[in-house]
Nanobody, 115 residues
Framework: QVQFVESGGGLVQPGGSLRLSCTNS????????MGWYRQAPGQARELIAH???????NFVDSVKGRFTISIDNALDAVALQMNNLKPEDTAVYYC?????????WGQGTQVTVSS
């Protein structure tokens, strides 16, 4: 069964950077568009970044210009580079296909932005 594994989260000060990574037992990103999602406390999970199988990317306005999504071919991973982090970026971050497949959710990785 496909299940993604996210890593790279942590505690960072406002303005700092983190790089998240998403791996799977197979390079599923070659078959499907991929997305990074996040869920803040008390809020619904939302798609924030999307990369197609052809490499096109899209971002939600709140992260545009600060986050980038890419495929790390050496690691067979989907990466999310997050720069200039803000407290409102605090959330659990997940990856999944886009659109998301319910059975593919992993545990996510916690990102906390705080001074």
């Amino acid at each position: 069964q496909v299940q993604f594994v996210e890593s790279g989260g942590g505690l960072v000060q406002p303005g700092g950077s983190l790089r998240l990574s998403c791996t799977n037992s197979a390079p599923i990103y070659r078959l499907y568009d991929m997305g990074w999602y996040r869920q803040a406390p008390g809020q619904a999970r939302e798609l924030i970044a999307h990369i197609t199988t052809t490499g096109r990317t899209n971002f939600v306005d709140s992260v545009k210009g600060r986050f980038t999504i890419s495929i790390d071919n050496a690691l067979d991973a989907v990466a999310l580079q997050m720069n200039n982090l803000k407290p409102e970026d605090t959330a659990v971050y997940y990856c999944n296909t886009q659109p998301a497949r319910p059975g593919y959710w992993g545990q996510g990785t916690q990102v906390t932005v705080s001074s």
